[in-house]
């Protein structure tokens, strides 16, 4: 039997608290848990207010500047014989298992790093140390694998984050109440906030059978857009997850979700796990959420992190990435993500149809059975 103790990290998110939470139906009889006490006083941490509002950029850090590799000391409470569990670094003595999101985050999302020290990396996952890989995604096994070769790949393997099913009507659509969008993001521009408002502005001069509920840290700027609409509201992003589960989710019919930059995408696991349509870009893992045509529609970004599973030329901007957004031409975008609103506005049938492949899909693929 393995003793799990789990890195005291500062930041958490929700997912990997909910990791810690559901620790034995997610990892059976087989793993012992140590400190179940991280949990105390613990809340899913987000981009805070300040952070997501600010307009000053961010100078490079020196995790940026000096090649580095996110490697952990030992807790010192922790008993000799446990595994150490970190989510996205390595453990620098004793056996440990690795929770990655994208197999960036090992050198702190420093490319440069990663050339450097990429020997150094797949030889440690590849000791008897590193007791297990874990991914959150098929696309972050298949970066795996393309970084480090077949044995890293093969060694990995991908555990979807924690989520159980939740309810939601899927006959609304059938009445002739509006179709229910939903947006959820602190980060606004970086989500894509900027070209959902316009699309759906256009969308509202064909067609306002329809509501839009976003949850964002809105810029000033971007407030007049949405004055005086009766059927967008904006919502400060201050709900904790559980509430925007039963206020919204519950009672919405499709998740936009337009991201510029995404390693998984949580929302949308979650949208599915409501039932819900997603619209949503080409971005990372979001594919494996979402079969085009099927339970959504998957639009090309004008700009993104990735190319595929693999960082593209502004994977480096993330620091400063809504400042490079602001500059990029979305009209294209604009019309694409529009026409997949107005599909189901248009067509309530193929919207129940939808949701009926993201129950079926949610089920299937990422529910947890126990």
């Given at each position: 039997?393995?003793?799990?103790?789990?890195?005291?990290?500062?930041?958490?998110?929700?997912?990997?608290?909910?990791?810690i939470k559901n620790?034995?139906?997610?990892?059976?009889?087989?793993?012992?848990?140590?400190?179940?006490?991280?949990?105390?006083?613990?809340?899913?941490?987000?981009?805070?207010?300040?952070?997501?509002?600010?307009?000053?950029?961010?100078?490079?850090?020196?995790?940026?500047?000096?090649?580095?590799?996110?490697?952990?000391?030992?807790?010192?409470?922790?008993?000799?014989?446990?595994?150490?569990?970190?989510?996205?670094?390595?453990?620098?003595?004793?056996?440990?298992?690795?929770?990655?999101?994208?197999?960036?985050?090992?050198?702190?999302?420093?490319?440069?790093?990663?050339?450097?020290?990429?020997?150094?990396?797949?030889?440690?996952?590849?000791?008897?140390?590193?007791?297990?890989?874990?991914?959150?995604?098929?696309?972050?096994?298949?970066?795996?694998?393309?970084?480090?070769?077949?044995?890293?790949?093969?060694?990995?393997?991908?555990?979807?984050?924690?989520?159980?099913?939740?309810?939601?009507?899927?006959?609304?659509?059938?009445?002739?109440?509006?179709?229910?969008?939903?947006?959820?993001?602190?980060?606004?521009?970086?989500?894509?906030?900027?070209?959902?408002?316009?699309?759906?502005?256009?969308?509202?001069?064909?067609?306002?059978?329809?509501?839009?509920?976003?949850?964002?840290?809105l810029p000033n700027?971007?407030?007049?857009?949405?004055?005086?609409?009766?059927?967008?509201?904006?919502?400060?992003?201050?709900?904790?997850?559980?509430?925007?589960?039963?206020?919204?989710?519950?009672?919405?019919?499709?998740?936009?979700?337009?991201?510029?930059?995404?390693?998984?995408?949580?929302?949308?696991?979650?949208?599915?796990?409501?039932?819900?349509?997603?619209?949503t870009t080409d971005?990372?893992?979001?594919?494996?959420?979402?079969?085009?045509?099927?339970?959504?529609?998957?639009?090309?970004?004008?700009?993104?992190?990735?190319?595929?599973?693999?960082?593209?030329?502004?994977?480096?901007?993330?620091?400063?990435?809504?400042?490079?957004?602001?500059?990029?031409?979305?009209?294209?975008?604009?019309?694409?993500?529009?026409?997949?609103?107005?599909?189901?506005?248009?067509?309530?049938?193929?919207?129940?149809?939808?949701?009926?492949?993201?129950?079926?899909?949610?089920?299937?693929?990422?529910?947890?059975?126990?």
């Amino acid at each position: 039997m393995h003793k799990i103790y789990f890195y005291p990290h500062e930041y958490l998110r929700d997912r990997q608290l909910d990791t810690i939470k559901n620790f034995k139906l997610i990892f059976g009889q087989n793993y012992k848990l140590l400190n179940s006490s991280i949990l105390e006083n613990r809340r899913g941490g987000q981009v805070s207010k300040k952070n997501a509002l600010s307009e000053n950029k961010m100078s490079k850090s020196w995790k940026n500047i000096f090649p580095l590799i996110n490697i952990k000391k030992r807790p010192k409470k922790a008993p000799k014989d446990s595994v150490i569990y970190i989510w996205g670094g390595l453990s620098l003595t004793g056996k440990f298992i690795v929770e990655v999101d994208n197999p960036w985050t090992l050198v702190g999302n420093n490319l440069n790093s990663m050339k450097i020290f990429k020997w150094v990396i797949k030889k440690i996952l590849l000791s008897k140390r590193c007791i297990e890989i874990r991914t959150i995604s098929e696309a972050s096994r298949n970066s795996l694998g393309q970084l480090f070769g077949k044995e890293v790949f093969l060694k990995a393997t991908c555990n979807y984050p924690f989520i159980q099913k939740k309810s939601n009507n899927l006959e609304k659509g059938k009445s002739n109440k509006p179709i229910r969008f939903l947006f959820v993001g602190t980060q606004f521009e970086i989500k894509g906030g900027e070209t959902l408002i316009k699309s759906f502005l256009s969308v509202l001069k064909k067609n306002k059978n329809c509501k839009l509920d976003i949850i964002t840290f809105l810029p000033n700027r971007f407030k007049k857009l949405v004055q005086n609409k009766k059927e967008i509201s904006v919502h400060d992003a201050s709900f904790s997850r559980e509430e925007i589960h039963s206020k919204f989710m519950k009672h919405c019919d499709v998740l936009l979700f337009p991201t510029y930059g995404e390693s998984f995408g949580m929302v949308a696991l979650e949208a599915l796990a409501h039932s819900m349509a997603i619209i949503t870009t080409d971005v990372y893992a979001l594919r494996e959420m979402v079969i085009n045509d099927k339970n959504g529609f998957i639009i090309k970004p004008p700009i993104s992190i990735w190319n595929n599973q693999m960082p593209s030329e502004n994977f480096s901007l993330i620091p400063n990435y809504k400042f490079y957004i602001r500059k990029i031409d979305t009209k294209d975008f604009e019309k694409k993500l529009e026409k997949s609103i107005l599909y189901y506005i248009d067509n309530p049938i193929e919207l129940i149809i939808a949701r009926r492949f993201s129950k079926n899909l949610f089920e299937k693929k990422f529910m947890y059975k126990g």
